[in-house]
């Protein structure tokens, strides 16, 4: 069965700099990976996905991933954070086999200081 | 893209009440959905997944007579929660495949149970 691991539960970034979330995984196959911005109440909103292709995936609101099947790790970047970037990240990972759900990781909450 | 739509977003009930939440895929059909359960500062946890004509499918340790699923058509699944405890009290967030393996979550619905 495939898992997902963030290993960082909260981080905190000043408004302006660089970020890195990150993510690793397990599954004996290729996978299908995601990343899911959660504002407080809300529901979620997909910020990009990999199914295959170039390993550098490019998603809304500036937001990048980059697959490293060696590393088993799909980490989100972005080069400049903004104050509205506040919420909590979800990193999920599918399957091949179709009408399969998803498996998400427990999630890392990014906090943006002036 | 897809939309998910989740009706109502939020709901209070007494104990011991039925409330039935409502998933539905605006503009593509769907044959199959998933339900999610969500705490307050955890990940999103599988409950069940919901076949169009046929019976849902549930997770160890969710009990499918108190969490009713009803998948009647290609852009509806319903969740009922039969007697409903403050234990229940929740965030219920369903999913639905496009076929494309792209899941797209509805807005989920906060239910508070007094």
């Known amino acids: 069965a495939q898992s997902v691991t963030q290993p960082d539960i909260h981080i905190t970034v000043s408004e302006g700099a660089s970020l890195e979330l990150r993510c690793n995984y397990s599954y004996g196959a290729t996978p299908y990976l995601f990343w899911y911005v959660q504002s407080p109440g809300q529901g979620l909103q997909l910020l990009l996905k990999y199914f295959s292709g170039d390993t550098l995936v490019q998603g809304i609101k500036g937001f990048e991933a980059e697959f490293k099947r060696s590393q088993s790790s799909f980490n989100l970047r972005k080069p400049s954070v903004h104050w509205s970037d506040a919420a909590e990240y979800f990193c999920a990972v599918g399957t091949f086999s179709g009408n399969t759900p998803l498996v998400f990781g427990k999630g890392t909450r990014l906090s943006v200081i002036a | 893209g897809a939309v998910v739509s989740q009706h109502p977003s939020r709901v209070i009930c007494k104990s011991g009440t039925s409330v039935k939440i409502e998933c539905r895929s605006l503009?593509?059909?769907?044959?199959?959905m998933f339900w999610y359960r969500q705490f307050p500062k955890q990940s999103l946890m599988l409950m069940a997944t919901s076949n169009e004509g046929s019976k849902a499918t549930y997770e160890q340790g969710v009990e499918k007579d108190k969490f009713l699923i009803n998948h009647a058509s290609l852009t509806l699944s319903t969740l009922t929660v039969t007697s409903a405890h403050p234990e229940d009290s929740s965030f219920y967030i369903c999913?639905?495949?496009?076929?494309?393996?792209?899941?797209?979550f509805g807005p989920g619905t906060r239910l508070l149970v007094l």
């Open positions: 999913s639905a495949d496009t076929g494309t393996k792209a899941q797209y």
């Open positions: 503009d593509f059909q769907a044959t199959t």
